[in-house]
């Protein structure tokens, strides 16, 4: 069976040129359920969509930092949204860097990098010049149309809140229908040298900007906020609920939280269609052969779960978790679905390991057996984490981890046993029932084992390694 899977991985690593291209496509605050996206679809039919893959830190800059170093949060010393990557690791290889040093022509569009939205877009923002020979940063009327935003709650800016414009004009007037057509542009240039590209979308973030066909797309009539008990919070830590949005549905009616989420679902649908116009561009200049496909998120989005929880930075499954297909040429394992827990820290020894590169250190692994078998036994566990400033809540700065496996999600939030949860997602997939409350025999042995591998990590260890469990 091992020089079964041996030979399968050589077959594809073998069945790509010396450089395969790479064009590795961002989307901004993609959630993991979403409707109407045609051409993430097809492109899901035709690669590896991972199920179950998660984030280091549910939030832009951090998240996309320890993607594109490779390494996790407590490394990059990355947690919220202005500190660089490289003033704690100066001299960090990134993936894209890996790649220009190898031969590549590496090329940015958009929001790869963490960027301010919107005041960022159409500059440089937190981006990384040895990353990149050519940077392309487009600015479209989604930026001078601001002043047409809607936005129901105007002590926040439109960036924070649930703000949103059906727009007039075109998709190419939008700043992400731009960054679809400079990419394609850089695809036919540069179709004779090997490429990383780097295609990064700035929609679906907050205010949520899109033509008004996609809004038709999604019928507000249609449209249904998340149900769950009515005693859902009651077990569940403060600390969880992000400090950025206190108050459930930010106070907003029923109707208006609707009309928000029609709207996020419209500047989804009007990313696809850009992805769409990419894809097509791989077809027609015969690229697709021999061109490796990621398309991720950098973290998921709530749309009202648990009684009104928007946006992200929560350690739950609808923010930790988040969209992820590769499509490699000849993987066997394309048109299907992965089921296995995978950390978007995996992405960059994969697509090393896809060209035959050599990483520079990492805390991810390959998922080059996956992307041949998705549904292989592999032996894996996803770590996120977020820090919580002191508030009116929390008397002191917060460090809030959680574990995930096949089966159960384990939260600590350095609050003693209040500040723990767990949820068995064999029966309760939502997470609506807390277990740390009051854990049965078997739910305590689970906490105790999954506080062992937090050790480990504050040990610097695997978290997979061996050793003795703390008391609680």
């Known amino acids: 069976m091992r020089s079964l899977i041996l030979s399968s991985l050589l077959m594809l690593v073998s069945s790509l040129s010396a450089k395969p291209n790479i064009l590795f496509i961002a989307i901004d605050d993609l959630a993991n359920d979403c409707t109407h996206t045609p051409h993430i679809d097809r492109l899901s039919a035709s690669g590896v969509r991972f199920d179950r893959a998660y984030n280091q830190i549910p939030l832009c800059n ?29 001299d960090v290889v990134t993936l894209p860097q890996l790649f220009r040093q190898n031969g590549w022509f590496t090329a940015r569009v958009g929001k790869i990098y963490h960027y301010d939205v919107p005041n960022g877009i159409g500059t440089d923002g937190l981006d990384d010049k040895p990353s990149w020979q050519l940077v392309v940063n487009p600015k479209g009327r989604d930026v001078t149309d601001e002043k047409l935003i809607t936005n129901p709650t105007p002590q926040k800016p439109v ?56 809004f038709d797309l999604h019928p507000l009539d249609s449209i249904r906020l998340p149900e769950a008990p009515a005693d859902d919070r009651s077990d569940i830590p403060a600390a969880a609920f992000a400090h950025n949005n206190p108050t459930p549905h930010y106070g907003l009616d029923d109707l208006t939280c609707r009309q928000a989420l029609q709207a996020y679902r419209a500047s989804v649908s009007f990313v696809d269609a850009q992805i769409g116009r990419v894809l097509d561009a791989l077809d027609r200049l015969q690229l697709t052969d021999n061109t490796i496909v990621v398309l991720w998120s950098d973290h998921g989005y709530h749309l009202g779960e648990h009684l009104g929880i928007w946006q ?19 993987a066997k394992g394309n048109g299907h ?45 996803a770590i ?13 700065q917060i460090m809030g981890r ?64 061996p050793v003795k469990p703390k008391r609680l």
Not at 68 to 87: E, K, S
Not at 312 to 330: D, N, V
Not at 338 to 343: D, F, G, L, T, Y
């Open 62 to 90: 951090p998240s996309r930092a320890s993607v594109l170093t490779g390494r996790r949060p407590d490394a990059t010393q990355v947690y919220d949204l202005d500190r660089h990557f490289r003033d704690a690791l100066p």
């Open 159 to 214: 960036s924070a809140a649930l703000s949103w414009l059906a727009a007039d004009g075109n998709d190419e007037e939008q700043t992400d229908g731009m960054i679809a057509t400079e990419a394609i542009q850089l695809l036919e240039k540069h179709r004779d040298e090997p490429f990383f590209l780097g295609v990064g979308f700035f929609r679906p973030h907050t205010p949520f900007v899109a033509p008004k066909k996609y």
């Open 337 to 381: 679905a992965c089921p296995r827990i995978v950390e978007f820290i995996d992405i960059y020894p994969t697509l090393a390991d896809l060209a035959s590169l050599t990483p520079p250190q990492l805390d991810g692994k390959s998922l080059l057996p996956l992307l041949n078998d998705p549904t292989q036994t592999w032996d894996s566990i």
């Open 312 to 330: 992200k930075r929560t350690l739950f499954e609808q923010s930790a978790r988040a969209p992820l297909i590769i499509r490699a040429p000849a």
């Open 384 to 396: 996120t984490q977020i820090l919580r400033p002191a508030d009116d809540r929390l008397p002191t």
């Open 402 to 465: 959680t574990l995930r496996t096949e089966r159960w999600r384990y939260t600590e939030w350095n609050e003693g046993a209040n500040g723990l949860e767990l949820y068995d997602h064999e029966k309760d997939p939502l997470e609506f029932r807390n277990l740390a409350r009051m854990p049965s025999a078997e739910a305590s042995k689970v906490m105790k084992a999954f506080h062992a591998r937090f050790s480990n990590l504050a040990r610097g260890l695997s978290p997979s390694s």
